[in-house]
């Protein structure tokens, strides 16, 4: 692999996107304007008010929604334009997904959640089994892989959705406010597993409206009404 | 095999809906199973040939509907004569009577020629058939068998003994000139029955000159519409048709189908007419409830579908493609009707094996429609889950996951 590419190339490169909700009478611009780059490797916060358009983002940058103009690149590949199908394989290869309901599949085990995103990348079945496996293991839920989502607590679940979005290691670790419906004590804790992810390489984008889980980032992106106001290192950490 | 179990995980977590969701489809697979294999059943068992016919015997008609043209005696000995692989041709004529010794007893008489004697293969207890000269000059003799004769005098021993016979007011003496031996259990039963005294409900069988009818009891002439054969054996199809066409060639009537060989083949022909007017009935039957069950499935699908719809959006943000997503809800929607297919097959099976019991009849169940009942089952489910499958393939992500 060519180092110098990876350097040069920034991981996610979005330029000038905008989003507009029901075009016309009732207009929403959700996102006015946006520019971004994140490189491979960072840990970014993107911080803003409620409806100030960070969801938004996220389902820019997670592929899950098309931007009304502007484009995106993640890793060179223009990903804004592509058709469902095309955004499916690029979810599937480059992001994993945390959310703030964990958003498991209730009729599921935790092993089988885990074993989703690697049965639609057609991962055949004994190494499916071994990396479901191991990522369950790594979030500590090893002992829980058969149980339902309804069997175990919040913070189990946010674990198992963590073990989900790294069982096919993508490159960006992607959170919508991965511990907005959490305890203090369980927050805690996945943030301490998203800061060993972060550790090992992962690019983090982590998004939320709470300051103190936005500081734990090297770099915190502030966005209101639709536009990004501030980007900047985070202070508070040397690095 | 993921989206089996998954489907099979989907289908029984809501038994009772699933169930009710079924049953159309079992309905209409459990008639269409019924109506083919009793259809079959009766096929096979129609198509014994006239070899299998009790007795032997073949018996031609004339259709009086289609024409006033009749067969005289010389006919049939012409008949008889010309074609060698028949033993006998004789007429066919019956009337009921009252005969009397000491007692009246309920008589069928049948009236023939000297051929008629090949009606009867366990040979003589006594005396021996009418001769030529009784039919001639129409002598007043009959033959009977021994139960028969237990029925009308008491006793088996009864050769050289006269009686009454009285067929629509017209008596005469007749002299039994033989007896024909029965079957000893069939005797047996008879003696019971005749000691008893019991004998209502019986009739005593005589077999007399047809000339002694025609002109003694002055019941019609030598005028035929229907006479019956005694083929060789093993030579019953060929023979009646050579018989029939012959008549034809004799009453010149070739081609009018107004001669009619009256066996199996025909009743055959009526059974399959009423058996396809019952076909079309359950047939319908079978394709309503097929309709009603497929748009069962289709609103069973749709529901899922919306109570699904998070999951879908998760699905979906995890990297499933529209086919997937498609293809899973196209594997339930198959599932559930193919299982109440198979519900419905055994169900059919059960329901046709009664009737045919009750019927008589042997249903058959061949492999092709099983085949069809699986293809049937999973066309329905395809067809029917299409339009909820698609819906739930192309939802957008991000409005599926906001979906509850
Ligand atoms: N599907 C939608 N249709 C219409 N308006 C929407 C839709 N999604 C979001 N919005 C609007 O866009 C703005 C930004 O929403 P969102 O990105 O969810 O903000 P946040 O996540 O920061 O709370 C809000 O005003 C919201 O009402
Ligand atoms: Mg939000």
């Known amino acids: 692999m060519d180092t110098q590419t990876q350097k040069t190339t920034a991981l996610v490169q979005v330029t000038d996107i905008s989003k507009i909700y029901n075009p016309g009478e009732n207009e929403v611009r959700a996102l006015d304007h946006v520019s971004l780059t994140i490189n491979e490797g960072e840990f970014v916060a993107i911080i803003g008010q409620s409806g100030s358009g960070k969801s938004t983002l996220m389902n820019m940058l997670g592929c899950l929604d098309t931007p009304t103009s502007g484009t995106y690149m993640l890793h060179g590949v223009d990903v804004s334009h592509m058709t469902d199908d095309e955004q499916s394989d690029v979810r599937n290869r480059e992001i994993g997904f945390i959310f703030q309901g964990f958003n498991l599949i209730q009729s599921l085990t935790a092993f089988e959640n885990v074993e989703l995103p690697l049965i639609y990348r057609k991962v055949p079945r004994r190494q499916r089994h071994q990396l479901a496996k191991a990522a369950l293991e790594k979030v500590g839920l090893g002992k829980r892989m058969d149980h339902k989502p309804g069997e175990l607590s919040g913070g189990q679940q946010q674990r198992v959705a963590i073990a989900r979005a790294i069982a096919q290691a993508p490159p960006i670790l992607l959170a919508d406010e991965p511990t907005g419906n959490l305890d203090s004590a369980s927050s805690r804790d996945i943030m301490n597993v998203i800061h060993s992810l972060y550790e090992e390489g992962r690019t983090v984008i982590i998004i939320t409206h709470d300051p103190g889980i936005a500081a734990q980032a090297k770099r915190i992106i502030t966005i209101s009404d639709g536009h990004i106001i501030d980007d900047k290192i985070n202070p508070s950490i040397e690095e | ?404």
């Open chain 2, 1 to 404: 095999m993921e989206y089996i179990k998954s489907s099979w995980k989907n289908i029984t977590m809501n038994k009772a809906r699933t169930v009710l969701t079924m049953l159309g489809i079992i309905i209409g697979i459990s008639s269409v199973i019924a109506i083919l294999s009793i259809g079959n059943g009766l096929k096979s068992d129609l198509t014994g040939s006239l070899d299998d016919m009790v007795g032997g015997a073949v018996t031609i008609n004339i259709n009086t509907k289609k024409t006033p043209k009749t067969l005289k005696n010389d006919d049939l000995m012409v008949i008889a004569d010309a074609i060698p692989i028949i033993r006998g041709v004789t007429p066919n004529v019956t009337q009921y009577g009252i005969s009397y010794y000491r007692r009246e007893m309920g008589t069928r008489i049948f009236g023939g020629n000297t051929s008629s004697a090949c009606e009867f293969d366990k040979g003589f207890y006594s005396g021996k058939y009418y001769t030529q000269d009784d039919v001639d000059s129409g002598n007043d003799v009959c033959v009977m068998s021994q139960t028969s004769a237990l029925l009308i005098f008491g006793s088996t021993d009864v050769q050289g003994l006269q009686f009454e016979l009285t067929i629509n007011e017209t008596t005469r003496i007749l002299t039994v000139v033989g007896v024909v031996r029965s079957d000893e259990a069939e005797l047996e039963r008879f003696r019971e029955i005749v000691k008893s005294g019991d004998i209502d409900y019986f009739y005593a069988d005589i077999y007399v000159p047809y000339s002694l009818l025609s002109d003694k009891y002055n019941l019609g002439k030598d005028e035929f519409t229907s006479f019956q054969i005694y083929p060789m054996p093993g030579q019953a199809d060929e023979a009646a048709a050579k018989a029939k066409t012959l008549a034809e060639n004799i009453l010149d009537l070739r081609g009018q189908g107004a001669v009619a060989i009256q066996s199996y083949a025909s009743l055959m022909e009526m059974y399959a007419n009423v058996l396809d007017s019952v076909t079309m009935v359950i047939a319908l039957v079978a394709a309503i409830s097929l309709l009603v069950g497929g748009i069962g499935v289709m609103n069973i699908m749709t529901v899922t579908v919306t109570e699904r719809t998070r999951e879908i959006g998760i699905r979906k943000s995890l990297g499933a493609r529209t086919s997937s997503i498609l293809f899973q809800f196209l594997v339930e929607s198959s599932m559930i009707s193919l299982f109440a297919g198979f519900i419905g097959m055994i169900l059919g099976f059960v329901f046709s094996s009664v009737l045919g019991k009750l019927a008589e009849i042997q249903a058959v169940v061949h492999a092709s429609d099983v085949a069809m009942v699986v293809a049937i089952s999973v066309f329905v489910g395809i067809f029917f889950g299409i339009y909820p499958a698609r819906r739930a393939a192309t939802l957008n992500p991000v409005d599926a996951l906001r979906a509850e």
